[in-house]
């Protein structure tokens, strides 16, 4: 064993039979020189620590290099400069710590004799030539030396000196005292570096082949570039990218937006312009750079002023305006609330989306009308991946994106007319939409961003609230919208349509004058609606007809429009309402029906003849009305004695209803009684006034339930000229929704059992 001075190397590799130089600049170093230079052989041993970030002794390995100077010198700045040469590798048993320098007691390390020496001595020997050839910086001065070396130790040895591999790998070469495991890592690390040089060469050509064909489309389109402007044309796709980074840097949108738009801008700029993705982002871009992501419209604080538009447009409809001004003023005094999910259900024509329109006008927002009706493509709702050719983002971004403010009022059309079907529910798709818990966050799978629809007033319409899917209808503040009055339908022809008709026409109020009569008998022979949508066509037809004829006939100044020249206009009558007397059928009775025009009577016939008992039902009548007829004609037979009817009268023939118009699909839940005045009526032989109406539906126990509609019902029915209504007393309620000028003129009998209708009917008649 032997001590000797320890010098750590953190950056460079001592072999056996090689040399370093090193510069020392720091006095610890300097003594350790000094001592070095009292010992006559003047030896060392060189260390590599472990680690870089060396701490103690642990962080020293147990294997070290001795080495001799061979060469000292000062030189400038206080610096010693040594070169040592490097002899043998040895054990190292113990480290001595004196005063921070270091000694080591170490030991030679046996020399093994291996029968695979000479094998990998060949295998080395190939493997270093085919390095040296491979690799272009590499010396073959070594190529010289290789012959004279017949010990595996000693040419691992050389061939580590001459490799420019990093510190860490020749560092492993150094502790490692096995010259076969030695030479197995040196071939496998030139193998892998033979490998990292072919893959640099193959990426060196493609990039200088890339590089060649850029330089050739720079020199085109340059060319390109210097014709158009020759031509004054120089919209190129230098100046697109300019104008897209100019809008983008004008877009108020948050930074996770801007971040995605600059990418896409990026991805344009470096796409081929022969590339068919070209296209697709720049109509991307265009979306995403005019969509307003943070663009509002102040809303108009002054409550009377949008109640005093709302009331120029439109007439009545006081439930609707009650909750547009009920939500301004809360918004005003809490300054943070969620615009409503609003939908107007009602007839076709009674101004449901004209009155959406007005409310964005009345509070100063832009409008988004989309129409979902027939839709079954939930796609046509939150839009198609852009994986897809022709990919646009659904109607409700394309409805933002028109409106061009991120607050309007969305008009959603037609809500109960959606289907399902295998492309999807897009029903379950406008969830999102309209739900105030999620719109927040609506994502459009075209967009494929967050866009916030929380600020939008979301305001859709339906004719039947039982067709809208109950999922919507939870998320929804339905308001119903109901028909109209004949007086109603006045009041709107005189203060909206006439002034409205005679401004489109140039005419003026004094040129053309309409009376009340005229007015009223449009409404009641001419038009069969629950709305004034055809009354305001009939009006327009009207005064074409009347410019016509002050622009032909010159000594026509004016004209008074009253009921007896109305037909010179508009030809005959198309419905007669009122001109039918009181008279009285057996087997006839008028039931009461809510259809697409508002309400209407309904007159069900019943006959029979000799059969077995069947029943024979027309008029196309719907599963539920078919399953009423059977009920009423049940109760009937089971109460024959009361109603005073022969038993084989019911068991000996074959009974007939019909309710015409036979080709009009009719069905609902609220004929019962109807069906079962007119069987008792022919049973009986006890003629029913034509002046009486009546609705409900019947249990086999005879009770008479619940209906819908019933105002329309009503109003309808006082159209036809009904006096006597007779009508289920759970509706007692609906009936102050009726105006005051038709409950004026009605009759109404509210009934719990069928017997009580029985009683007002027959045995009024009897007394009577």
């Not at 009376?515 to 004034?532: F, H, M, P, Q, W």
């Not at 084989?648 to 309710?659: G, P, R, S, T, W």
Request: charged residues 30%; proline residues 3%.
């Amino acid at each position: 064993m032997e001590k000797l001075g320890v010098i750590l190397v953190p950056d460079m590799v001592l072999f056996p039979n090689s040399e370093i130089r090193i510069e020392f600049d720091n006095i610890q170093d300097q003594s350790i020189i000094s001592i070095l230079e009292e010992n006559s052989d003047q030896l060392m041993l060189i260390v590599n620590p472990l680690i870089d970030d060396f701490q103690n002794i642990t962080s020293l390995p147990n294997v070290g290099v001795v080495g001799k100077i061979k060469l000292k010198m000062d030189v400038p700045n206080n610096k010693t400069r040594i070169v040592i040469s490097g002899l043998k590798r040895v054990f190292i048993e113990e480290y001595i710590n004196n005063n921070d320098t270091y000694e080591a007691i170490i030991e030679d390390i046996p020399l093994i004799n291996n029968q695979e020496e000479e094998t990998y001595i060949r295998i080395l020997a190939k493997s270093i030539e085919k390095y040296i050839n491979s690799v272009p910086y590499m010396s073959n001065a070594i190529l010289s030396k290789l012959s004279t070396i017949e010990s595996l130790n000693e040419l691992c040895d050389l061939i580590g000196t001459f490799l420019p591999f990093s510190y860490d790998k020749k560092k492993k070469y150094i502790i490692e005292i096995n010259p076969i495991i030695r030479a197995k890592t040196i071939i496998k690390d030139m193998n892998e570096d033979i490998k990292l040089l072919e893959l640099e060469k193959q990426i060196e050509e493609q990039v200088e082949k890339e590089i060649s064909e850029s330089q050739k489309e720079f020199y085109l389109r340059e060319k390109i570039r210097a014709i158009q402007k020759e031509l004054g044309d120089v919209n190129t796709k230098d100046d697109e990218v300019a104008d897209l980074k100019y809008r983008l840097s004008k877009l108020k949108c948050n930074q996770k937006i801007k971040d995605r738009i600059k990418k896409e801008i990026s991805r344009y700029e470096s796409t081929n312009s022969n590339s068919p993705e070209l296209g697709t982002i720049r109509d991307y871009l265009d979306w995403m750079l005019n969509l307003p992501w943070n663009k509002y419209t102040k809303d108009i604080e002054d409550l009377n002023k949008v109640k005093h538009t709302l009331d120029l447009s439109h007439y009545g409809l006081d439930d609707v305006k009650l909750r547009i001004l009920e939500y301004l003023a809360v918004k005003q005094n809490t300054q943070n609330l969620r615009s409503p999910i609003l939908c107007l259900v009602g007839p076709p024509g009674v101004g449901k989306t004209s009155l959406a329109l007005s409310i964005a006008k009345s509070i100063n927002r832009h409008v988004a009308k989309i129409s979902v009706g027939g839709i079954n493509d939930e796609a046509e709702i939150i839009g198609h991946r852009r994986t897809y050719v022709g990919a646009n983002p659904g109607r409700i971004i394309q409805g933002i994106r028109k409106a061009n403010t991120a607050n309007p009022v969305f008009i959603i059309d037609e809500i109960d007319k959606m289907t399902k079907d295998i492309k999807g529910d897009p029903a379950s798709s406008l969830l999102e939409v309209l739900d105030p818990e999620q719109n927040s966050k609506f994502s459009d799978h075209y967009i494929e961003e967050e866009f916030d629809l929380s600020k939008v007033m979301f305001i859709a319409t339906a004719n039947y609230i039982d067709q809208i899917p109950y999922e919507l209808r939870d998320r929804l503040e339905i308001i119903q919208l109901s028909s109209y009055t004949e007086f109603e339908k006045l009041d709107i022809a005189k203060n909206y349509l006439i002034p409205k008709a005679l401004e489109e026409h140039g005419l003026t109020q004094l040129q053309v004058q309409f009376s009340d009569e005229a007015i009223l008998l449009l409404i009641r022979n001419y038009t069969k609606e629950a709305g004034v949508r055809e009354l305001e066509r009939l009006i327009a037809s009207l005064l074409r007809k009347i410019v016509k004829k002050l622009l032909t006939d010159f000594n026509i100044v004016a004209y008074q429009i009253d009921e007896n020249n109305i037909q010179e206009f508009l030809g005959k009558k198309k419905y007669k309402y009122f001109d039918q007397e009181n008279y009285k059928q057996i087997g006839v009775v008028n039931g009461m029906a809510y259809t697409a025009f508002g309400g209407d009577i309904l007159p069900i016939e019943v006959t029979y003849y000799k059969g077995s008992g069947k029943l024979i039902l027309t008029g196309s009548l719907g599963e539920v009305m078919q399953e009423s007829a059977r009920i009423a004609l049940s109760y009937i037979k089971s109460n024959s004695l009361y109603f005073k009817i022969n038993p084989k009268v019911l068991e000996e023939n074959d009974i007939h209803i019909h309710v015409p118009e036979g080709a009009v699909n009719k069905d609902g839940p609220s004929a019962g009684i109807t069906l079962a005045t007119a069987l008792i009526s022919l049973f009986t032989k006890k003629a029913v006034d034509s002046n009486i109406a009546m609705t409900g539906e019947i249990t086999l126990r005879g009770r008479v339930l619940e209906i819908g509609g019933l105002k329309e019902k009503i109003i309808g029915a006082a159209r036809a000229g009904i006096k006597k209504i007779i009508l289920p007393l759970e509706n007692e309620n609906d009936l102050d929704e009726i105006p005051k000028e038709i409950k004026d003129n009605l009759n109404f009998i509210l009934v719990s059992n069928y017997q009580e209708v029985y009683k007002s009917i027959f045995e009024v008649n009897k007394n009577g």
